[in-house]
């Protein structure tokens, strides 16, 4: 499952859970306590969690790092933005195509359709 609020669909450890309390709104952010790296240039890279999920009161927005690829879901568009972790910017998306709903407890069988899905796109 793309948005889960319990075990982490790549790795199954359990979801840290973090409650943001805005003026009209709660966020509630889960994260996984296992990291992955973005890199934004050969020598710089931040460590982030590699699944985290983001609920609003609109819809989740899921992210996954599975190198050398960065995906995020957006549930209420039902859409999936796939980036390269190795350089990651909002303006150099992979591709974009309607939410990826895949087994990421498997990341190899998921990284061999991500790249066929990249080599046809």
């Known amino acids: 499952m793309i948005f889960s609020t319990d075990l982490c669909p790549i790795?199954?450890?359990k979801l840290q859970l973090e409650i943001v309390e805005g003026?009209?709104?709660?966020?509630?952010?889960?994260?996984?306590?296992?990291k992955g790296i973005i890199r934004s240039s050969p020598t710089i890279g931040r460590q982030m969690?590699?699944?985290t999920n983001d609920c609003f009161s609109n819809g989740?927005?899921?992210m996954m790092i599975m190198p050398p690829f960065l995906l995020?879901?957006?549930e209420a568009e039902g859409k999936t933005d796939v980036f390269s972790?190795?350089?990651f910017d909002h303006?150099?998306?992979?591709?974009k195509s309607k939410l990826l709903d895949l087994d990421y407890s498997q990341p190899h069988v998921v990284l061999t359709k991500l790249k066929l899905l990249v080599t046809f796109s």
């Not at 303006?91 to 591709?95: A, C, G, S, T």
């Open 85 to 87: 972790s190795e350089h």
């Open 11 to 13: 790795c199954s450890q």
């Open 91 to 95: 303006n150099k998306i992979i591709f």
């Open 49 to 51: 969690s590699h699944y």
């Open 23 to 34: 003026n009209k709104s709660v966020l509630l952010k889960y994260a996984c306590e296992n």
């Open 60 to 62: 989740q927005v899921a």
């Open 72 to 74: 995020i879901h957006r």
